[in-house]
């Protein structure tokens, strides 16, 4: 099944934290890369003024993996916690690492806290300028645009720099 995953960190080395979680991905029983985004230094949004300078660097992964969802979900928790993640009350808190599933094939999922396509997908462009850098004609579930099309109707907002395509 094809999955995308978005990729973000804004603690120690960013750009290690994207490449070790991405070779650990990739070391997940019957996962392949199918594309890999450039990566990006994004503005952090909606965070406490104390952790405005902690700029982001995000990335998409697109990957075919042969797991079912809940699985899929529960292996890359795992991945998070291994690399030092924390989960806490204040959703924006910095993190070395942070590993959104964007979409899972064609399913659509709202239940027991998980949410397929990512419910914030649309609105954020540090999700959707790499991604529409891999998949500029993907229509995820439940939309009638293509990823280039609704972020080319996104609103002038936060900062999206390219930063390096090779990682």
Do not use: C
Request: charged share 25%.
């Amino acid at each position: 099944m094809e999955t995308g995953l978005s990729l973000g960190s804004n603690l120690g080395d960013r750009q290690a934290n994207l490449v070790d979680a991405r070779d650990r991905i990739l070391g997940l029983p019957g996962t392949r890369l199918l594309a890999q985004s450039p990566l990006y230094e994004t503005e952090p949004i909606g965070v406490k003024p104390e952790y405005q300078q902690l700029d982001f660097l995000n990335a998409v992964l697109i990957l075919d993996t042969q797991a079912e969802v809940h699985k899929w979900f529960d292996w890359l928790r795992a991945i998070e916690t291994e690399m030092g993640r924390l989960r806490s009350l204040d959703r924006y808190a910095p993190r070395g690492i942070d590993v959104d599933v964007i979409y899972f094939g064609s399913l659509r999922i709202e239940s027991g806290g998980l949410f397929v396509p990512h419910r914030q997908w649309k609105k954020r462009r540090f999700v959707l300028q790499p991604l529409a850098d891999v998949r500029p004609d993907l229509m995820l579930p439940g939309e009638t645009r293509t990823v280039r099309q609704v972020l080319d109707a996104l609103p002038p907002g936060e900062a999206v720099n390219l930063l390096t395509r090779d990682w």
